[in-house]
């Protein structure tokens, strides 16, 4: 499949995920991770996704990336675009992966390598989607690495993960995310690794991203507290379901379900 065109012909909205289901197969039947979540999510916007522990968050994410193991049961539908995407093969997925959608993790030590020195694992993933080698391939690594206000950044391309802070760690991931000027980020729980100071910087990090280069982004958390101020719209989801959704001003002026008010509860007073 070919990188879509951006030639402002695309109608419907950007990511619309419609009834999407997905469960693991157990002795004992099906277990149902997310059941029947529908949203849509246009570009530029930012959506949070909530919800307790287990409640199927990063399914549900995986599910919308097409980043499911083999044995998971899913229906539904993912528009992506205008096309769906919830059947293609991991080899279409590829021309999706890292250009049009992409993913920053919790726990940025998984998703480095850690025998790699940083300036190379962005540089790969340069040359591997956007074909771009040698010194364009390393000056834009540079740029990127600035841009996530990296200090020192001509340094820490020859460092290795191991060598930077936590907080520095998730910075040189959330470049590596970006390198390939996704249209789609999917954040989950990108700061639960990390200390509280620390934990604002980063999450500024990625709301200024996301504003400077128009992207649509779903920052997943299990906090209330981390979604606030910085998303148009959260969803509450229970049990794999989508329990209550509204603009985050509404959500926070007039709960709807006992749940959400328990998690705003939550929130630890700082
Ligand atoms: N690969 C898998 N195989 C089987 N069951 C899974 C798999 N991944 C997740 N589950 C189950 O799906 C449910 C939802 O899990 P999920 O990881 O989406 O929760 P979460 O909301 O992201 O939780 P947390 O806040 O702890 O990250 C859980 O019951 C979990 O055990
Ligand atoms: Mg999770």
């Excluded at 570009?43 to 097409?66: A, Q």
Aim: positive net charge.
């Amino acid at each position: 499949m070919d990188r879509f065109e951006d030639d402002g012909s695309e109608s419907g909205p950007f990511l619309e995920v419609d009834n999407l289901s997905t469960g693991f197969p157990t002795p004992r039947g099906v277990a149902q991770a997310v059941d029947g979540v529908s949203f849509k999510l246009e570009r530029g916007r930012t959506l949070g996704v909530v919800g307790e522990s287990g409640s199927g968050k990063t399914v549900l994410s995986r599910s919308v990336m097409n980043l499911l193991p083999k044995y998971a049961i899913k229906s539904g539908s993912v528009r992506f675009r205008g096309r769906e995407i919830s059947s293609l093969s991991d080899r279409d997925m590829r021309a999706v992966w890292g250009t049009e959608m992409a993913m920053v993790f919790q726990d940025p030590m998984t998703s480095l390598n850690p025998v790699k020195r940083v300036g190379v694992q962005i540089t790969e993933s340069l040359n591997y989607h956007l074909n771009q080698k040698g010194k364009d391939a390393d000056e834009t690594a540079l740029a990127l690495l600035r841009s996530v206000r990296i200090p020192e950044a001509q340094r820490r391309l020859r460092e290795y993960p191991h060598q930077l802070s936590g907080g520095m760690r998730q910075r040189v991931s959330i470049a590596i995310s970006l390198a390939c000027g996704p249209r789609l980020l999917i954040a989950d729980e990108p700061t639960t690794a990390l200390d509280v100071t620390v934990q604002a910087q980063i999450l500024d990090l990625l709301q200024a991203q996301q504003r400077d280069r128009f992207m649509a982004m779903m920052l997943i958390t299990h906090d209330l507290g981390v979604v606030a101020g910085r998303t148009d719209d959260i969803a509450v989801m229970y049990a794999g379901r989508v329990v209550e959704k509204a603009p985050t001003k509404i959500l926070y002026r007039n709960m709807k379900m006992p749940y959400t008010e328990a998690l705003i509860r939550s929130i630890p007073k700082v």
